[in-house]
C-alpha cells in the first residue's frame, strides 16, 4: 500500500470554482504536510505547508489537516486556469526539521476550463 | 528561484552503460536529494545527502549510487543502466532549517 494517496484525476472544474484535492497518509507519525505545485514539464515547487489541526489560509489556497482521520486536503478557490497544473501532496514525520525525507503522493492533475 | 542546475537535460543511453547525472547549487544548503518521477508513483527518493560526505539511501536506492565531494555537487550515478531507470531525476536542496524543498529543473533520461 503506498504511503500517500491521492486521485490521478483528472479534476476538472470551471474558472471561478473551488477546486478540492485529498491526501491520505498511513503513518501515524507524520507531523509536517505540503502541496506543492508541478506545471508540466516543470519542476515542483511549494505552495502549501501545514503542521497542526485544522485550516490554513494563504491567498486563494486553503490547507486542511485532521490528524486523527490522517487526511490533508487542499482548497484552491475562485480557479484561474493558471492554476491548470499537478498537485502532489508529501508527509514528512519530522516536525520543521531540516533534512526533509519527504514522501510524496502520485499528484492530482486538475483542469480548469474557462 | 533557487540556484540549482542540473546536467545534462536529457540523455539517451543503451542498456548496460555507465551515467551520472550531476546536480550543482550555488544555495550553500547542507541537505541534498535524489528524486525520481515515474507516472502513477509521484516522487520517489533514491539517495539524499546531509553534507560533505554524508549520504544515505532512500527508498528506491538499488542500481544507484552516489556521491559529494563538495557542498555544491551531488552526482548520481547508474553503474549499469536498465530500461526501467527511464525516468525524470529532480535534484532538490534544502537549507539548514527550512524545510522547504527547492527542486532543479530536472533530467529525462532514457535507457534504449
Known amino acids: 500500500q503506498k504511503e500517500v494517496e491521492q486521485n490521478s484525476g483528472p479534476l476538472s472544474v470551471p474558472e471561478g470554482a473551488i477546486a478540492s484535492l485529498n491526501c491520505t497518509y498511513s503513518d501515524r507519525v507524520s507531523q509536517s504536510f505540503f502541496w506543492y505545485r508541478q506545471y508540466s514539464g516543470k519542476s515542483p515547487e511549494l505552495i502549501m505547508s501545514i503542521y497542526s489541526n485544522g485550516d490554513k489560509e494563504d491567498g486563494r489556497f486553503t490547507a486542511q489537516l485532521n490528524k486523527a482521520s490522517q487526511y490533508v486536503s487542499l482548497l484552491i478557490r475562485d480557479s484561474q486556469p493558471s492554476d491548470s497544473a499537478t498537485y502532489l501532496c508529501a508527509v514528512n514525520p519530522l516536525i520543521k526539521a531540516a533534512g526533509n525525507k519527504l514522501t510524496f503522493g502520485g499528484g492530482t492533475r486538475v483542469l480548469v476550463k474557462p | 528561484d533557487a540556484g540549482i542546475t542540473q546536467s545534462p537535460r536529457h540523455k539517451v543511453t543503451e542498456t548496460g552503460t555507465p551515467v551520472t547525472l550531476r546536480c550543482h547549487q550555488t544555495?550553500?544548503?547542507?541537505?541534498m536529494y535524489w528524486y525520481r518521477q515515474d507516472p502513477g508513483h509521484g516522487l520517489r527518493l533514491i539517495h539524499y545527502s546531509y553534507g560533505v560526505k554524508d549520504t544515505d539511501k532512500g527508498e528506491v536506492s538499488d542500481g544507484y549510487s552516489v556521491s559529494r565531494s563538495k557542498t555544491e555537487d551531488f552526482l548520481l550515478t547508474l553503474e549499469s543502466a536498465t530500461s526501467s531507470q527511464t525516468s525524470v531525476y529532480f535534484c532538490a536542496t534544502a537549507g539548514g532549517t527550512n524545510e522547504k524543498l527547492f527542486f532543479g529543473s530536472g533530467t529525462q533520461l532514457s535507457v534504449l
Open positions: 544555495e550553500n544548503h547542507r541537505y
